[in-house]
C-alpha cells in the first residue's frame, strides 16, 4: 500500500508506510491517506469472527493492519500487535469488549488502556511501531503533539522510557480536568517535556502545523507526530470497528456506530472501516457545544472557529473548533482532487475561515453513501444521560460518552446501535459527581496521582517559543 497527501494533485507514486508513519504530516500541510481502501469481503468477516473469539484482539489488529503495511514483514508486524495489544495492558482482557444497556445501545469500550481513553487503543501500537522503525533505520524521532487532554497522557504512557523518542507535548493552560493535568505533568521523563500554552487545543494543533510547515526545522530534528494527523493513528483506530461488529453482529447485518467527535480521528476511523466493506449504517457524529462538524452536515458549511468562540465545555477533550482530520473527509468527497483540498484547507480556511459544499453532488448524497448523521449536545443533556445510564443499569458512562449517547438515544436510526466509550469517568471525575452525587470510583493504579510533583513548563501561544524550547533540549538537532 502507498500512501499520499490529501494536498497532492501531483498524480506521482505514493509513499510506503514507515515513511510516513515517521513523517506525520506531509511536506505540502496535507494529510497522508492510502491510494485505496483496501476491501474485506463476507468470507474474510467471518473467518475474522473466528479469529477473534480463538486469538483475540491482537490477531484482529493484525489481519487488518496488514491489508494497510506492507513494508514491515509480517512475522514482525505480528509480534508488534501482540506487544501493543498484550491482554494485561487493559483493564478488560478482551481489550475492546461490548456490552448493551438495557433500551438496547450497545457500548462499546475503548478506555481499559494504561491512560483509561480511547487514545491508548491507537498510541500502545504507535508506540511499537516507532521503536521498531527507529531501531531499523537506527534513528531517532521528536513526537511534538498537541493535547486536549487525553492523547497527551496516552502518547506519554506508550512512549516513556524509549530510548530512541523526545516528546514535546502542548497543551491548553487551564483547560484539562485535575485529573487530566495530574496524569500527563506527574511524568518524571528526562525525555518528556509537557508544555502549558496560554490558548485552547486548536491554538497547540496549530502551533504543531506550523513547525511541522517549517521542512528545515523538521529535518532538523527529526519532527514526528502522534495526534491523528498521523495516518497510523487512524489506521489502528479502524481495527475497532471491525471488532465491534464481529462481536456484535452474527450475521452480515449492519450496524449504526455512535462517536463522540472533536478532531474528527475517531469517527474518519469508522468512515475508513465502512469504506472498506464493513456493514455499517449510519455513522452518528455527537458534537458537544463546540459543533463546527454538526453545522457541516447539516448545512454544507465549515466554518472553523476561533480560541474566543470556542466554548469550554464539561466534555473538554472535545473543544475543539477546527478539526484536522475533517481534511481527510473532505478529501474523499471531492473524490480525492488533491488540488481542491489544497484550495479549501490551504487557501479558503486561511483567508475567509470557511467554505461551502452544499452544492457537491457528493455532499447532498453522502447519506447513501457514507451514513453521517450528526447532532450536538448540552451540558444539561450530558448530565441527563450519566443519571439515565447509571439509574437504568447502574453504569457510569463519562462526559464524552455521554454526548454520544445523548445524540444516539435522539435519533431514530433503525437497527442496532453501539456508542464508542471514549474515556473512564475517573477522569471527569467533577462532572460525575455533579450529575450522580457520588464519588467516581478510581482504578488502583491512578491513587494518589494529584499528589505527585508537576513536570510542566509554561510558554505564550507562539509556535517561536516552542520551537526554541525543542531547540535547547537535551537530546537536540541531529547532525547527518
Ligand atoms: C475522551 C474523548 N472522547 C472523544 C474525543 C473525540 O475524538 P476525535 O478527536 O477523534 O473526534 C476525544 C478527543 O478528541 C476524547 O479525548
Ligand atoms: N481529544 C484529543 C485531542 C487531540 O486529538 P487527536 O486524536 O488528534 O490526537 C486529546 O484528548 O488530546
Known amino acids: 500500500m502507498r500512501y499520499v497527501s490529501t494536498r497532492d494533485s501531483s498524480g506521482g507514486p505514493g509513499r510506503p508506510f514507515c515513511d510516513i508513519l515517521l513523517e506525520g504530516l506531509a511536506p505540502d500541510g496535507g494529510l497522508y491517506l492510502p491510494e485505496h481502501y483496501p476491501q474485506v469481503d463476507g468470507d474474510t468477516l467471518a473467518r475474522w469472527r473466528s479469529l477473534v473469539r480463538a486469538d483475540g484482539y491482537a490477531a484482529l489488529a493484525f489481519e487488518v493492519l496488514s491489508l494497510f503495511i506492507d513494508d514491515i514483514p509480517a512475522g514482525d508486524l505480528r509480534g508488534i500487535c501482540e506487544r501493543a495489544y498484550a491482554p494485561h495492558k487493559f483493564l478488560d482482557p478482551a481489550v475492546a469488549p461490548v456490552s448493551q444497556l438495557s433500551d438496547g445501545l450497545w457500548l462499546l469500550h475503548l478506555s481499559n488502556g494504561p491512560s483509561a481513553a480511547f487514545k491508548d487503543m491507537a498510541m500502545q501500537l504507535l508506540g511499537e511501531l516507532f521503536e521498531y522503525e527507529l531501531e531499523r533505520r537506527d534513528t531517532t524521532i521528536t513526537i511534538l503533539g498537541a493535547t486536549s487532554g ?4 496516552a502518547a506519554e504512557y506508550a512512549l516513556m522510557g524509549k530510548p530512541r523518542v523526545r516528546v514535546f507535548m502542548l497543551s491548553p493552560q487551564g483547560r484539562m480536568t485535575p485529573f487530566q493535568q495530574a496524569q500527563m505533568f506527574s511524568i518524571d521523563d528526562p525525555s518528556i517535556t509537557n508544555i502549558a500554552v496560554d490558548g485552547v487545543f486548536d491554538d497547540c494543533q496549530d502551533i504543531v502545523k506550523e513547525i511541522n510547515a517549517d521542512a528545515g526545522f523538521k529535518a532538523r530534528h527529526r519532527i514526528g507526530a502522534v495526534n491523528s494527523i498521523n495516518w497510523a493513528r487512524l489506521m489502528a483506530q479502524v481495527v475497532y470497528y471491525f471488532a465491534a461488529w464481529l462481536q456484535i453482529a452474527d450475521d452480515d447485518r449492519p450496524l449504526s456506530f455512535a462517536v463522540p467527535s472533536g478532531n474528527f480521528g475517531n469517527i474518519a476511523a469508522g468512515h475508513v ?5 464493513l456493514p455499517i449504517h449510519r455513522l452518528i457524529l455527537a458534537t458537544n457545544e463546540n459543533n463546527v462538524l454538526d453545522e457541516f452536515f447539516t448545512t454544507g458549511v465549515y466554518r ?4 474566543a468562540e470556542t466554548h469550554e465545555t464539561s466534555s473538554p477533550s472535545m473543544d475543539i473548533s477546527k478539526a484536522s482530520n475533517f481534511e481527510r473527509y473532505v478529501a474523499d468527497l471531492v473524490g480525492r482532487d488533491g488540488a481542491r483540498v489544497a484550495d479549501l484547507f490551504g487557501r479558503q480556511l486561511r483567508e475567509e475561515g470557511r467554505f461551502d459544499l452544499s452544492e457537491l453532488r457528493a455532499f447532498r448524497d453522502q447519506l447513501e453513501t457514507h451514513g453521517f448523521v450528526t447532532g450536538s449536545s448540552t451540558h444539561a443533556d450530558r448530565l441527563g444521560q450519566i443519571r ?11 462526559p464524552h460518552t455521554a454526548d454520544a449517547v445523548q445524540v444516539a438515544r435522539s435519533m431514530q436510526v433503525c437497527g442496532t446501535v453501539v456508542a464508542l466509550e471514549t474515556a473512564l469517568p475517573v477522569k471527569f471525575s467533577g462532572t460525575i459527581t455533579e450529575a450522580l452525587g457520588i464519588e467516581v470510583p478510581r482504578p488502583a493504579v491512578f491513587d494518589g496521582i494529584e499528589d505527585l510533583p508537576r513536570h510542566v513548563v509554561e510558554v505564550a501561544c507562539s509556535a517561536t517559543a516552542v520551537r526554541e524550547m525543542i531547540e535547547t533540549a537535551p537530546g537536540g538537532a541531529v547532525s547527518e
Open 150 to 153: 487525553d492523547t497527551g497522557s
Open 273 to 277: 472501516a465502512k469504506s472498506m466493506g
Open 304 to 307: 472553523i472557529r476561533g480560541s
Open 388 to 398: 439515565r445510564t447509571y439509574s437504568e443499569d447502574g453504569v457510569i458512562i463519562d
